[in-house]
Nanobody
Framework: QVQLVESGGGLVQPGGSLRLSCAAS????????MGWYRQAPGKQRELVAT???????NYADSVKGRFTISRDNAKNTVYLQMNSLKPEDTAVYYC?????????WGQGTQVTVSS
């Protein structure tokens, strides 16, 4: 079994920054893709960014140029650096990881952008 622990959410003013982390632990043989999704109240969960084992990244248009996804393979951890945050970025952010050919989700961390 694989467990994901997220951290780094919180309240930030518009224009501010936050860094989310998601650490995978357990019986891990191989991690392929890692990613971040978000779900705002009353909306469906949407992709924010993904990163492959080779480091190839993909971003939602709404976050391009503001968010950066990265990973530390030695620590089985994926990060999301969020800059120039906007109120519309407010959501619960979830990480997901394809580990041992299975998809796992984190518990979610709240990000609130408000003055």
């Amino acid at each position: 079994q694989v467990q994901l622990v997220e951290s780094g959410g919180g309240l930030v003013q518009p224009g501010g920054s936050l860094r989310l982390s998601c650490a995978a632990s357990g019986s891990i043989f191989r991690i392929a893709a890692m990613g971040w999704y978000r779900q705002a109240p009353g909306k469906q969960r949407e992709l924010v960014a993904t990163i492959t084992s080779g480091g190839r990244t993909n971003y939602a248009d709404s976050v391009k140029g503001r968010f950066t996804i990265s990973r530390d393979n030695a620590k089985n951890t994926v990060y999301l650096q969020m800059n120039s945050l906007k109120p519309e970025d407010t959501a619960v952010y979830y990480c997901n990881v394809v580990a041992n050919e299975r998809l796992y989700w984190g518990q979610g961390t709240q990000v609130t952008v408000s003055s």
